[in-house]
């Protein structure tokens, strides 16, 4: 397992260094100029060098670049363009409202995908199962930007029950929940139930029935654990979303995310806070990808003698 874990982390180590790499070239061979954003177009050639200067974008890109990388070691992702703060400052103030959206999205989301493809799987081919699987697809259907302006007119304009913007409070967060969370339990329910049904034909299970084992604990205690990979896979999919910004919803809410914060620095080509946005996604998605693949090699062994460990 050593082995194993060992080289899952050093080929995570090997992406997150082409990510910054890759994102550090596209940022500086696409047209615009931060300074000229900066400076509203109006400044003198002087002054536009001054600033250029003082902003350290006049160097050499691989001098720019192992400086980026020798500081983003120690924690130090560079100074905002713009907002004249610390990047890493910024990325973990905007954190707290996207950690909270995202757990919340996932522990909604499981809570309703999970029992629907159980169900669904358990009756399927009944009334039931084509009933879950049509409101998993309607889930999977309904566009967040759309649902997110009923959601908006339905519970904040015209009920007045729930706010329609900022995210102080908890009551802020149930909006966005909801909306994320249906589009995830669509597609999640449906993986849950395949993946039930194709254990459910497996031998273990006809052994168990045939000891007069309740449908109930053959489900949970049988089934369950053996279609665990899939599900462990649907979490860190889920969540490695969500915990990248979920843009649209955070800008729609007026959130103070992650999401609306990588928008705002695109919009002014605030090059360090969108290589540090970037950096902070990359490394959400392989930190949870390290996780899940750890965690396969401990629910399968099969998993681990396939990585290469003897």
């Known amino acids: 397992m050593l082995k194993y874990a060992m080289e899952r982390i050093l080929q995570s180590s090997l992406v997150l260094l082409g990510v910054t790499l890759i994102t550090f070239i596209l940022l500086n061979v696409v047209p615009g100029d931060p300074v000229l954003i900066m400076l509203d177009q109006r400044a003198?050639?002087?002054?536009?060098?001054?600033v250029r200067h003082e902003l350290g974008i006049d160097r050499p890109l691989p001098t720019q670049y192992f400086e980026f990388l020798k500081n983003a070691v120690r924690g130090?992702?560079?100074?905002?363009?713009?907002?004249?703060?610390?990047?890493?400052?910024?990325?973990?103030?905007?954190?707290?409202?996207?950690a909270k959206l995202g757990l919340m999205t996932l522990a909604v989301s499981l809570c309703m995908s999970i029992?629907?493809?159980?169900?669904?799987?358990?009756?399927?081919?009944?009334?039931?199962?084509r009933a879950i699987m049509f409101l998993a697809m309607l889930f999977m259907s309904l566009p967040?930007?759309?649902?997110?302006?009923?959601?908006?007119?339905?519970?904040?304009?015209?009920?007045?029950?729930?706010?329609?913007?900022g995210s102080e409070t908890m009551r802020h967060y149930i909006l966005p929940v909801a909306i994320l969370a249906i589009g995830y339990a669509g597609g999640a329910s449906r993986l849950i139930r395949n993946n039930v049904i194709d254990s459910l034909g497996?031998?273990?299970?006809?052994?168990?029935?045939?000891?007069?084992?309740?449908?109930?604990f053959v489900v949970m205690q049988h089934v369950l654990k053996n279609a665990a990979i899939p599900i462990v896979t649907l979490i860190g999919i889920q969540l490695r979303s969500v915990l990248g910004g979920a843009m649209i919803i955070e800008t729609i809410f007026s959130m103070h995310g992650l999401g609306r914060l990588a928008i705002d620095a695109i919009n002014t080509r605030?090059?360090?806070?969108?290589?540090?946005?970037?950096?902070?996604?990359?490394?959400?998605?392989?930190?949870?990808?390290?996780?899940?693949?750890?965690?396969?090699?401990?629910?399968?062994?099969?998993?681990?003698?396939a990585g290469g460990e003897s």
């Open 270 to 305: 605030d090059m360090p806070l969108i290589q540090g946005n970037v950096v902070y996604t990359a490394t959400v998605f392989v930190v949870i990808n390290l996780v899940v693949d750890l965690v396969y090699g401990l629910l399968d062994p099969r998993v681990r003698l």
């Open 76 to 98: 130090d992702l560079g100074t905002s363009f713009f907002k004249k703060r610390p990047v890493t400052e910024l990325l973990s103030s905007a954190f707290g409202a996207t």
């Open 44 to 50: 003198d050639q002087l002054t536009i060098d001054r």
């Open 115 to 129: 029992p629907m493809g159980i169900l669904a799987a358990v009756f399927r081919g009944s009334i039931i199962d």
């Open 144 to 165: 967040s930007l759309w649902l997110a302006m009923v959601f908006q007119l339905i519970f904040g304009v015209f009920l007045a029950a729930l706010p329609i913007s």
């Open 202 to 216: 497996h031998d273990f299970v006809t052994t168990a029935r045939s000891k007069g084992v309740p449908e109930f």
